[in-house]
DNA sequence: TGAATAGTGTCTCTTAGACAGTATCAC
DNA sequence: GTGATACTGTCTAAGAGACACTATTCA
């Protein structure tokens, strides 16, 4: 692997990746945003990323990232690829750059800590985060990032990235609410929970707060939920 | 935009786009496969695909490959991102290639005509196709090609483009049948396929053919089946 | 005792799956 | 008529949505 190619036969493309890092926040859908202080777009909020580097692979570009610009390891999210950007104009500089972008989902995340290409970084309520005026063609990958998370929530387990690893059906319906902008019946959703195979498994432990004390659940071995949870 | 950068400030990597097409024929579900001349793994088979050219976007590039490598317009599939696959030594050149790979779904598609950096193109049985040694990771690009057909022929209309404009039920539900590889209640499916609002609508006329005359359908306007089509 | 939270039970209507029969053509 | 294909109808069991009640703790 060489920095500059033997031969010219190719165009010459650089390769980003993007983040959509969503997690809870006092019941509130939120993203992780940055502001930029690099060459273009200084100033401007954006989703954290940057470009990958020669040795290594996509996926690992994406988790070096969340660790520069949000100190979030392996086991802090659930990481998974949402699609690549590449309109011939979707950055200012004079060569192409090619964006991979991913979500990332998390259990209350902790307050961010800035890396050296920003000034700033910090958690947004996602509605608000859409209002912003982003960089780039952010805004287009935010929205498909918000979309993938809500319309994977109905027909797999991903549900149970945004909780800790022990937690209550009630926090889970809660994902649910803050994700969808909706509000379910808790009834109606224990019973499915429950009823959907290797979804979630009792830990054993209770948790005492205010009223009646509650089970404790981790997340079970089934990826896809069957039946689906609709919206 | 230009073919070199003003700086060295990032790595360069090329960016090709890999195409699986699928389609019917004969009632199996066949994709696309074309034999390489080029300077790398020559001779072996692999899906239809090249770089991506300095002043082109991504879909562009994979329409233009449709065209070029199996005269596939606009008009003749429909074509959705699959994802990005870059790993560091997916491509024995020695420069990085990262690939952006697509879904091209149509209905029963003209026998190729090969292209320039082609010796020969043909459509295969994707059960056949898995079998074949293709080069670079296409064997994981086809996998996740065919899986994302599959999944989602339950919960959107998709399944449409795999038809001519116009179809009756039966035609439909064999496209169910050869993507799922499992036959279905030809009862129970017209039912659904009729209550399935926006899927499909009448298109007036009827086919003659064997037995009974069948009603002729058009796709309708709906991009998700509700309530889905389950496996 | 009352407020707060967790959890269970029941009813009804719709739907999914299984299955049998009828309709319309060519020959 | 026979074979081939298209289409319609029915039964039953399970699930979805709506809703009311009980349980356990703290203050």
Redesign the pocket.
């Given at each position: 692997m060489v920095a500059e190619p033997h031969t010219s036969k190719y165009p010459i493309f650089a390769v980003a990746c993007d983040i959509v890092t969503l997690t809870l926040r006092a019941g509130q859908l939120c993203t992780l945003l940055v502001r930029r202080s690099g060459s273009v777009h200084t100033g401007r909020w954006a989703l954290p990323g940057g470009f990958v580097r020669q040795d290594e692979n996509l996926e690992q570009a994406a988790y070096r990232e969340l660790w520069e610009e949000a100190a979030l390891g392996r086991g802090d999210v659930h990481l998974e690829q949402l699609a690549a950007y590449g309109d011939v104009h979707r950055d200012p500089r004079d060569y192409r750059v090619v964006s991979v972008a991913w979500v990332a989902l998390g259990a209350d995340l902790p307050n961010p800590a800035p890396a050296t290409d920003v000034d700033r970084a910090e958690w947004v309520p996602v509605e608000e985060a859409l209002q912003r005026d982003l960089a780039f063609d952010h805004p287009q990958i935010l929205r498909d990032g918000v979309e993938r998370a809500r319309s994977k929530l109905e027909y797999t387990t991903i549900a149970t990235a945004f909780c800790p690893a022990s937690f209550?059906?009630?926090?889970l319906r809660r994902v649910y609410e803050a994700v969808w902008g909706q509000k379910l019946?808790?009834?109606?959703f224990?019973?499915?929970a429950?009823?959907a195979a290797g979804f979630i498994v009792e830990s054993g432990e209770?948790?005492?707060?205010?009223?009646?004390?509650?089970?404790?659940y981790r997340r079970g071995q089934a990826e896809f939920l069957t039946?689906?949870?609709?919206?």
């Open positions: 209550r059906i009630p926090d019946d808790p009834r109606n224990q019973r499915k429950l009823s209770t948790h005492h707060g205010r009223g009646r004390p509650s089970k404790l039946p689906p949870i609709s919206r």
